[in-house]
């Protein structure tokens, strides 16, 4: 008897030939996410489920499926994730730490230069047809801004290790613990409170997970106090911010410019999210710039969080802990206990 994995989207064929070793898998081969209601249904006789950031899990799902002994994510940050429930179900939760940091922040710094040197209105313009130099579309550059960085955590970190290459008049992170002083000075940030950074930076890259804590922290209230200069990027969590309240600030000119790799109608586990991204910002085509959460989107990144995924689902099933285990779940489920 084998275990079954399911895999809730396509991947990369060594992936499935590392599971297919040990498990018969049951995978999603579409590019469109089955809905929550088709994983349920597919995992009601399934040990493992190989999810991805379009799943969420929660008790309800885990007791539709008995036989689930892990679930292991092929991403970094796990907020769709129920980790005391999977806890109390006994079932193993796992995630990939660390190998999304270094292309999510090449694509932060990405979408920043973007937005304030107008790449993207740049290029409609030339498509619409272009006769040579005018005196138009003047951005602005990072070289002498005021950058900021909330979040420190690793991706935070690897931000603002590129954004130090930029010739920043200031760099500031805000973050609830401050990093140890050695690592301030490698990085050449200070730290500021939240309304310090709002207010003080030209561009403010969001790199937070998303919590009770950090859900719409920026949202009117903080807005108010941003500089009119100000342009946001948002490369951690989409319900981070308040993208109602983001629309009405570019309408309103109180900022200058936004960009997303990441939506708040992405948070599956969020009952009240969005269902889809707030009409004003997709209408601004000149001060928005926007990417399907392209984070970790780089052939090789994909096919390593795969397989660190795989392995984390494979060590569970037998009877190892996982590398990048997020819970110890006790009293484990049995292998292949009754369904």
Known sequence: MRPKVVVTNPVFPETIELLRKHCDVDINPSPEPWPAVEVRRRCSDADALLAFMTDSVDAGLLEACPRLKVVACALKGWDNFDVEACTRAGVWLTAVPDLLTEPTAELAVGLAIGLCRNVLAGDRAVRAGFDGWRARMYGSGLYGSVLGVAGMGKVGQAVTRRLKGFGARELLYFDEQALPAALEVELGARRVSWETLVSRSDVLILALPLTPG??????????????PGLRIVNAGRGSVVDE????????GGRIAGYAADVFEMED????????RIATGLLADGNRTL????LGSGVVDTRRQIEAAAAHNLLAAL??????????????????????
């Open 318 to 339: 037998e009877g190892r802990v996982p590398p990048d285990a997020i819970n110890r779940p006790e009293p484990l489920r049995s292998l292949y206990a009754a369904g």
């Open 214 to 227: 950090t859900r719409h922290l920026l949202d009117d209230e903080a807005l108010a106090t941003a500089r």
């Open 290 to 293: 926007f990417t399907p959460h």
């Open 244 to 251: 109602a309240a983001v629309a009405d600030a570019l309408a």
């Open 268 to 275: 599956w586990a969020l009952d009240d999210r969005p269902q």
